[in-house]
Structures are given as structure tokens and as C-alpha cells.
């Protein structure tokens, strides 16, 4: 038996565990694992592969990013401006399956977020035998709790409020930090409630900078100097505008609303105010403990999920245990942050102004 395994998309701390995973339990069943370089990109021929044995994984649990590399400018991905993507898809698809004939890969494991596992169920309908294995510091799949990387990324946060919260402190200042979520405010709430932020803008919570200039002047009057404002990328302003940093090759890319926060605070407060804008230290490092333990947990349920012959599923974590859903589960379904849920409950009830 042999399987393959690639990343696509963004990188995370946890990668590095879950082929680690997939690498050990593999062995344990006597398989060989083909590992994919650069995503779906390693599936065309000639192919860009390597074999891994047990003996290339040594030490790489702790390592962030990926061994297998990754990419989000992929073949498989519909762009904008091509005559007909759908007939550009079939074609490359059709060259990824006379590679995996060709090296007689009898499962392919995915490794990635909703756009990735958009295409690896693509895959799966042209009848490739695919699994699924989610991954996105976002932690924004609706069909698994929680996904790799968030813990990291989310200690990432925390940290950098920790520093920051010192130099504010010193210099009575405001300081805005922008961070990961395009689409979902839950690193914004988990490393803003960990971190001690005194103010939580999220994509799901409409705000008013009015409300949070009265938040930063009533902890003025209270003698409370210095404030920490930790905003999520994807938070639309009054409005319901995203801000947006750049466009590539018809892509959005979201940035910039910290420092437009930053300049109406200092102007409706007069509170000297700076910015700090996280970006993609959010994705690098090495991984927490808990993204080591989920990760390999996740690659050693995947090749559980190719033993039993059971192809077209997602690896999902759910109430503490590690089982599966259909793919089509985990795609097109974004799951956000409640408004009126327990965390956000716990953030308003220990005084940190929501922005409402």
C-alpha cells in the first residue's frame, strides 16, 4: 500500500505534526508514504515528490511551517480572467490522476482549509480517493471544533499583548493590534480575553468607534491610562466596509483597519495612539503542545480513515474525540463567532467593551 500526502494553502504550526502522524501510523501498517511538494502543484506531471519514511520525521513535531512546502497559487484554483476555468480544472485534474497512477497511490491525504478541501472534493468526485484533514489558524471550519494552528497563533497574540502592554502602560498610550481573521473574529476574542485587551473588534459584532472613544475615556476618568485594542482584519467599519490593503490579480487582500482605528481614536480621544499590525507572525514559529498533539492525532485518524477504505471524509475534532465527516460537510460552511455566545458573554462580563 502506498499514500501521498500534500499541504495547499496558507502555513501553519501543527503541519509538521500531522505528516508526522500520517508518517508513523503509516509505517505501523507497513505502508509507504509519497509526500507532495507544494500542494496539489507536486500531483503534475512529472510529479514533485519525495518518499518519507519514519526516519525523515525525526525532530520535525516541533518545527513550524511545512517540510513538504505549500502554496495558495495553485493550478486547481479557478482565477479570474480565465476563458473557462472549469475546463482548465478537468485538465489539470486529468494530469494529477495519470501521476497518482503512475505511482500507484492508493489514498491522498489534504491538508487544508475550506478553499483546499473545496478542491480535494473536487478530486474526490473525479474519483481520486481523498481525505480530508482540516487546517486554518482562523479555526473557522464548521465541521470540526477546532483546527491546528489556532492555539499558536492565538499564543501569538497573547504575547504580543503582553510586550505591547508594557510600553503603553509607560507612555499612557492606546495601542491598536491587528490581527488574523478574515472571515471569523476567534483569534481576535481568545488572544484579546488571554492577552488583557480592553477592547475586542470582531467581523461578527458591528461596532461604533463612538462607543469604544466613550470605552477609552471612561477608563480615563477611572485612572486607567492605557488601553489595548485588539481588532480582527476582517471587522467591517460603521458602514460595513472591509478595509483592504491591496488587490492582486483580482484577489482582496484584507489590512490596514488598525491604523484606520488608530487615527479616529487619537482624533476623538486626543490619546496618543500607535499600531501593531501581527500579520503573518500569527503563522509562524513553533507549534503550542496542543497543535503537536491535534496535529499528529489528525494524521494518525487519516491514515485510520485509508485503512478502512473510507474516502471523501474529513478528519474532524468534535467534544474531545478525533472522528471524520463527509467533506462536503466541512466546505462552504464558515462557522463563526456568536454574538451572544458563552466566550463573548465572558469577554462583556469581565469589561471589555465589544465595540456595541
Not at 177 to 204: D, F, K, Q, S, T
Amino acid at each position: 500500500m502506498r499514500i501521498g500526502i500534500l499541504n495547499s494553502g496558507g502555513d501553519c504550526p501543527g503541519l509538521n505534526a500531522v505528516i508526522h502522524g500520517v508518517v508513523g501510523a503509516a509505517a505501523k501498517l507497513g505502508w509507504e508514504v509519497i509526500g507532495f511538494r507544494d500542494g496539489f502543484e507536486g500531483l503534475l506531471p512529472p510529479g514533485d515528490y519525495q518518499k518519507l519514511d519514519p526516519e525523515d520525521t525525526v525532530g520535525i513535531l516541533k518545527l513550524g511551517g511545512t517540510i513538504l512546502g505549500t502554496t495558495n497559487k495553485s493550478h486547481f484554483a479557478a482565477k479570474i480572467g480565465v476563458s473557462d476555468p472549469v475546463e482548465a480544472i478537468e485538465a489539470v485534474t486529468v494530469k494529477a490522476k495519470r501521476t497518482m497512477e503512475q505511482l500507484e497511490i492508493r489514498a491522498l491525504i489534504v491538508v487544508g482549509g475550506e478553499g483546499s478541501l473545496s478542491t480535494a472534493l473536487h478530486l474526490y468526485q473525479a474519483g481520486f480517493p481523498i481525505i480530508g484533514v482540516p487546517k486554518t489558524i482562523d479555526n473557522d471550519l464548521q465541521a470540526t471544533a477546532m483546527t491546528f494552528g489556532f492555539d499558536s497563533a492565538v499564543s501569538c497574540v497573547v504575547d504580543a499583548l503582553d510586550r505591547l502592554h508594557t510600553t503603553a502602560v509607560s507612555h499612557k498610550r492606546v495601542m491598536v493590534v491587528e490581527v488574523m481573521g478574515r472571515h471569523a473574529g476567534w483569534i481576535a476574542l481568545w488572544g484579546g480575553i488571554a492577552g488583557g485587551a480592553n477592547v475586542i473588534l470582531m467581523p461578527e459584532i458591528p461596532f461604533s468607534l463612538e462607543k469604544v472613544a466613550e470605552h477609552i475615556k471612561a477608563r480615563e476618568a477611572k485612572g486607567h491610562h492605557s488601553t489595548m485594542i485588539v481588532v480582527a482584519e476582517g471587522a467591517t467599519i460603521p458602514g460595513g466596509q472591509l478595509v483592504t490593503k491591496e488587490a492582486h490579480e483580482g484577489e482582496v487582500r484584507l489590512g490596514g483597519i488598525g491604523e484606520l482605528i488608530a487615527t479616529e481614536i487619537a482624533d476623538r480621544t486626543g490619546k496618543e495612539t500607535r499600531t501593531c499590525t501581527l500579520g503573518h507572525l500569527q503563522r509562524g514559529g513553533e507549534p503550542t503542545s496542543l497543535d503537536r498533539i491535534l496535529g499528529a492525532r489528525f494524521g494518525v485518524k487519516a491514515v485510520k480513515l485509508a485503512e478502512e477504505g473510507n474516502f471523501g471524509r474529513m478528519v474532524s475534532y468534535q467534544a474531545y474525540h478525533v472522528s471524520s465527516v463527509p467533506i462536503e460537510e466541512a466546505v462552504n460552511h464558515l462557522r463563526s463567532v456568536d454574538p451572544e455566545g458563552e466566550v463573548v458573554e465572558t469577554a462583556r462580563a469581565i469589561g471589555i467593551c465589544m465595540g456595541d
